[in-house]
């Protein structure tokens, strides 16, 4: 009975290594294997050639899109290279700053409305099925007057989500494959990959990206925006601010000159917004305070970050009614009737959670579970800074950018695995601009954080 338990859970978190595709991991079959771990036993999933090759195919041609994606997304990448790190090294005590998972509970108040909304689901009274696919009435009209007050975006423009990734491809179903699209280089790698299967984009090039993105250089040198003097006109331009991976935040004045940039080009903005509670500075929390934005922009945002619901999965996005295709149709129109294709709605019990969150309480839970990770960002900052390194972000976003001129991120992220046994991100995972850099999250208890700071200062001393 225990050992069913504990291979059960073994296979299931080391999953990704079995939908990588692309590598030599492909056809491999996996062997449970039982290791002595100090005193306990533990399973673990183990990779061994299939001896049995399937010789039936079908007829059906791949995607030829698909087959341009380069290696597996990201950040089930880094999860498999942490579960073959740790197969080398069964003993080590791995710390994970890599891919940005929250670490702490959800706060009390907010979990015990989901808990409440859970329980009314087994009354006569209390059942509900299928929601409005847009979500439910109150909590639209409650983000609307959270985050949005005296910004013009109202109930009707707020559509609920299970996630910002998950509107990230829906927006991109929205557009279709003939638009052409701006990123910031390095930015998160959703835009780009969900570009690539929509067929937006030409084949990757090394050290370039795929043909037919406008990558958008984000450095040290330009303050992390972008020159828009160089930039070619885009059908859609992909903006998060502050961003993942850089930490930056665009300014008031910076974020003036994208909207009048893409009002000039006719362009539309994808403001994502999903870290901005992270915000220490007066930078704009939401597009939609820049005059104008609403003719032009997108923003999509979530409670992942700010609540603990990388788990629970809940969004947002706003399409305000101003926004209108060359034709004059609402881009909002067109929206809806993605997301009731494509969507049922969110889950009744997160949306629950999601009201909770916006209650004064829930609020100020929130407040205080973002200010424990903007304590763990500092430490971090602090120990880069005093090995002598030029240090990024941290201030506006939970993640640290911390620069090695001259070096391959992908190297830099095994030698710290190797060395230090923590895993962070290789900056060229976010794009060619990239390259050079390594992510490091502070989404972590405040032991790791201590004790992976120790360990930066005992590789780099
Ligand atoms: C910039 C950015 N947008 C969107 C997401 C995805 O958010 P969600 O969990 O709501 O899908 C992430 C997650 O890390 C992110 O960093």
Redo the contacts with the bound molecule.
Sequence with gaps: MIHRHLISTSISSSSPSAFLGQDHLCNLRRRIVLHRVKKSWICKCSAKPSADKTAYKTKVSRNENMGKLQAGYLFPEIKRRRAAHMLKFPDAQVISLG??DITEPIPEVIASAMAKRSKSLATIKGYSGYGAEQGEKLLRATIASTFYANLGIGEHDVFI????????SRLQVLFGSDVTVAVQDP??P?YVDSGVIMGQTGRYQNNVGYGNIEYMKCSPDNDFFPDLSSVSRADVIFF?SP??PTGSAASRNQLTQLVQFAKDNGSIIIY?S??ALYMSDDSPKSIFEIPGAKEVAIE?S????YAG??GV???WTVVPKELQFSDGFPVAKDFNRIVCTCFNGASNIAQAGGLACLSPEGLEAMQEVIGFYKENTHIIIETFKSLGFNVYGGKNAPYVWVHFPGQNSWDLFEEILEKTHVVTIPGSGFGPGGEGFIRVSAFGHRANVLEACKRFKELYK
């Design positions: 891919i940005g989500s299970d996630g910002a990734k998950n509107d990230i930015s998160y959703a998060c961003n993942n994502d999903a870290y999509i979530s409670f992942s970050k619901f990388t999965r809940l969004g």
